[in-house]
Every structure is written in structure tokens, then in C-alpha cells.
């Protein structure tokens, strides 16, 4: 397994796709700090694909709201898994706020430190990604959580 990235224009945008295999070594940005790569997907890889379980759901909405999110970008990724919209961002909505998704990194922390993109809990919750098991179980070791109630992925086009 070898980290690609791949880039494709489309008419008067940059689309810009990257990939990494899920567990392969995390290199993006230059401050690699050993930690492995979780959920950077691309429509033209397959992937995992299951019934996310509640608990983990709750957790990683946690994390992508209020944890340790790192490497906020100017830049906006989006997800290249909903076609044939490619000008749609996904915003994750509490009641503290919305954040823009696709523009910054989560960071979990168990035995092996975890690399992912914040756009992973719609990866998740809305395209039925399933992520690798030890990941799932250090998301889940967490203490805090969102319940359902509290989060919602709100799409809009700009
Ligand atoms: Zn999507």
C-alpha cells in the first residue's frame, strides 16, 4: 500500500482528491507526527461499507465539533463521494455553532495515534463508512459525546 494523491479538474474549479489508504502512515502536511491514517476517501477506491454503531457515531461527533481538531486550512476539501455536486460543503451543526467540514483534522489518541480528515463523520453517518476496528474502538474509549439530538450534518451549495 502506497499514499497517493490524485488531482482532477472540473469545469472553472479545482478539484482537488486525496487519498490515503486507511492505517498507512500519515504524511499530508509536513508535521508527520506518526500517527496513521483513518478515512481519507476517494470515490474512485473502494472502502468499507456498514451500519455505523450509535455509540461511535456519538463520539466522533464529539470529536469532529470539540476535540482535538488540528490543521484548519483556508482551503475547503469536499466530499468527492457526493457526485455529481461538487460545489455542496458539509457543515456540522450543534448548539454551540456549525463548522464548515472538509477544512481541518481530528486527532485521536489511544495506544496508536489516528489521523482523520473532520469530513469523516459524514463519511460515516451519511455514505456508511466503516472505519477500521481499533479505530473505532479508541473513538469509543472517549468519554464525551454528542447525542443524535445534538449534531446534524446540514448540506449547502454555494
Ligand atoms: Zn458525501
Redo the contacts with the bound molecule.
Sequence with gaps: MSPAVRCTFTIGKLRVVTYFPDLSRYTYLPEDDGALNIGWLDDARSFPLGPPDLVFLEKLAWMCARGQRVNQTRGIHP????QPIPSVW?HLETSEGTRLLGTAEIRVEAEQRYAAPD?II??VS??RYQPPHEFVRAVTACNERLSMGEWQIVRRGL
Design positions: 466530499c468527492n463521494l457526493c458539509h469530513l459524514h463519511y451519511d455514505h
